[in-house]
């Protein structure tokens, strides 16, 4: 059993309130979920209102398939969201 693991780091610098934060992580993390198959939640920085940080896992029987899969979503946050991409890293274990 492969689990893939992915952390999104992300910054929205218009958002001025933890609820318009929470409605866009509520969006991402859907739109992810469903497109992906995978599991998504905001990881850390949860009570600043413009730092985002979005943890991925799924799990496979093929590396490449897990480091493919969670490699695409993040390219999907990263293209799907007016939040500037910061950094993501990406563990195979």
Do not use: P
């Not at 990881?43 to 899969?69: F, R, T, Y």
């Amino acid at each position: 059993m492969i689990i893939g693991t992915g952390k999104v780091y992300l910054h929205a610098n218009w958002v001025h309130s933890l609820k318009e934060k929470r409605m866009i992580v509520k969006s991402i993390t859907a739109k992810v979920s469903n497109k992906f198959n995978v599991s998504v939640a905001e990881v850390e920085d949860l009570d600043l209102h413009q730092s985002i940080v979005i943890g991925l896992a799924c799990v496979s029987n093929d590396s490449k398939v897990a480091n493919s899969v969670i490699q695409n979503a993040v390219n999907f946050i990263e293209s799907n969201t007016e939040a500037e991409l910061l950094d993501y890293q990406i563990e195979i274990l």
